[in-house]
């Protein structure tokens, strides 16, 4: 079986492969972010998530290499990290008490043959509207400052979602049920890697 590579130094995405008991290797590559103006988001993503594998597959001998970029859409805006705690605030407070929606771009390439998958998932989520100092505090735990659109649905920033529509681990930053089919293009079963407690 193929080794996995992981071309992301995400936390949330590392914790998710070995939440599906997935063995991987983590490797990042630099790569150049920049891409044309009006591309959509989900084109950014998924060329953002391909470029990413290509850089890692062109380092290593073989594997499956996956690729991942999320951003974060308000109406025609992408919002992607913030830059520092007041950009953070701006984000957040531009996202309370509305509808945005998360895209998150995944590629799989095969280090030895250089075939690919590159495919891109969309989750709706709902935003209440904040109570006054919600967003200051937010902010100052620092927890916004390393994800798209300035929160992680998972841990604190959780407190501001009302509904999402979707894959919610696509809000985390990995599509699982699309990496899931996508892994499975290349001959590899997920659930080849789970315990087995019965026969």
Not at 19 to 42: H, R, Y
Not at 58 to 83: Q, Y
Not at 152 to 158: K, N, P, S, T, V
Not at 178 to 193: H, K
Request: with cysteine; charged share 25%; hydrophobic share 40%.
């Amino acid at each position: 079986m193929n080794s996995i590579i992981l071309a992301s130094s995400s936390p949330r995405r590392q914790e998710l492969f070995r939440q599906l008991n997935i063995p991987f290797d983590v490797k990042v590559a630099g790569i150049d972010e920049s891409v044309e103006k009006d591309i959509t988001p989900g084109t950014l993503v998924e060329t953002l998530a391909l470029r990413k594998a290509r850089a890692v597959a062109s380092e290593v001998e073989g594997g499956l290499v996956v690729g991942s970029d999320t951003v974060v859409a308000l109406c025609d805006r992408v919002l992607g990290k913030p830059i520092d705690h007041k950009d953070a605030f701006r984000m957040l407070d531009c996202l309370q008490g509305r509808s945005h929606k998360v895209f998150t771009g995944l590629a799989v390439i095969d280090a030895v043959t250089g075939r690919f998958v590159s495919t891109y998932e969309c989750t709706i989520v709902h935003f209440r509207k904040a109570e006054p100092g919600e967003i200051e505090a937010y902010v100052a735990t620092g927890e916004p400052l390393d994800k798209a659109g300035a929160y992680g649905i998972q841990g604190l920033g959780a407190v501001f979602v009302s509904k999402i529509e979707g894959c919610y681990f696509n809000v985390v930053g990995l599509p699982v049920a699309r990496l899931v089919e996508v892994l499975g293009q290349f001959g590899v079963s997920v659930t080849g890697f789970w315990e087995k407690k019965y026969e």
